[in-house]
């Protein structure tokens, strides 16, 4: 990647300066009035009202982000360097990369945002690539491994932030004794199926076999209001959802969504089993990353990734 100034061909939209960009005192949404979404929505011959193919600058999770051709997926939420907190790095599923393990793709593959396609720019700028991926791994029904990591490009603009939701104030590991009730709401943007809410199925939700915190959740949606008769199942996510932060009614990130069983219920894996896998990644690597969040109260800055962020040797 260069580091010139993007062409006029490049331009992306700038969330910034929106009139509705949160501010530092807006409370967290409410995942009890997120309501799911329908099937009727999801029918092929429905308008396209969901999809979010839109290049945003800066980059916030829950925007689309999408490798070659391969099917489009979600920006989770970011890492960031524990000593470099400009150098920021894309946690999402690494399915939307294939589901060979070991991943077959080449080093440093490009991702952008909102697609995996460079712009024609004669070679000035990089179009909508924001970032490379520098490792991950899928296998679901053995280790829950289904995160891949993208190193931002030198440049690129991000905040800690949810599209829709605001600031991440933090990780949260949910422990047995806040499942009790059974009523332990939260809420995912994806960028099919936009800001949906629903709530964790204690009875199915999986805890972990070494902590007193959960590996696995299962994620019952909201029903709408006026559901009218007929509609279906009502589901939490869609296809391309996938790679979503699973955020909590405080805006903690408590785990990553990573698929749906066919009635709709949303499968995400915890934030403690993200992180460790996070470390796992890593640790060969030399980095050391942490969840990039928003001190309460503060409102949230424009991280621009410096140049270079970090010289790294080629994944194999």
């Keep these: 990647m260069t580091n010139q100034p993007p062409c006029l061909p490049c331009v992306a939209r700038t969330d910034a300066a929106r009139a509705d960009a949160p501010r530092a005192d807006t409370p967290c949404p409410d995942p009890g009035k997120q309501p799911g979404v329908l099937q009727s929505d999801v029918d092929p011959h429905a308008r396209p009202v969901l999809t979010d193919a839109v290049a945003h600058r800066p980059i916030l999770g829950g925007h689309r982000i999408q490798y070659h051709t391969f099917d489009p997926g979600t920006l989770g939420f970011f890492l960031w360097e524990r000593d470099n907190h400009d150098a920021g790095y894309i946690a999402t599923a690494q399915h939307l990369f294939g589901q060979a393990n070991p991943p077959g793709l080449p080093a440093l593959a490009a991702v952008g945002q909102p697609s995996g396609k460079g712009t024609t720019c004669a070679g000035t700028c990089s179009g909508d690539i924001v970032g490379q991926w ?110 979503s932060a699973l955020i909590n009614n405080q805006c903690q990130v408590i785990g990553m969504v990573v698929g749906r069983d066919p009635n709709g219920v949303g499968v995400a894996y915890s934030i403690g089993v993200v992180m460790k896998h996070v470390a796992d990644i890593t640790g060969p690597l030399k980095l050391n990353l942490e969840l990039a969040f928003v001190a309460a109260g503060q409102d949230s800055p424009v991280h621009t990734v410096p140049t270079p962020a970090k010289v790294l040797e080629p994944v194999s």
């Design 134 to 243: 520098i490792g991950g791994r899928y296998d679901p029904k053995g280790s829950l491994f289904d995160l891949a990591l993208i190193r931002l490009t030198p440049g690129t603009t991000w905040k800690a932030e949810i599209a829709g939701i605001g600031p991440v104030r933090g990780p949260h590991d949910v422990t047995q004794a806040e499942m009790t009730s059974g009523t332990y709401g939260v809420m995912k943007r994806g960028h099919l199926s936009g800001l949906t809410g629903g709530i964790i199925d204690k009875d199915h939700s999986i805890m972990s076999k070494t902590t007193p915190q959960y590996a696995t959740f299962r994620i019952i949606p909201n029903q709408p209001r006026n559901r009218p008769a007929g509609s279906g199942f009502t589901y939490f996510d869609l296809e391309g959802d996938s790679g």
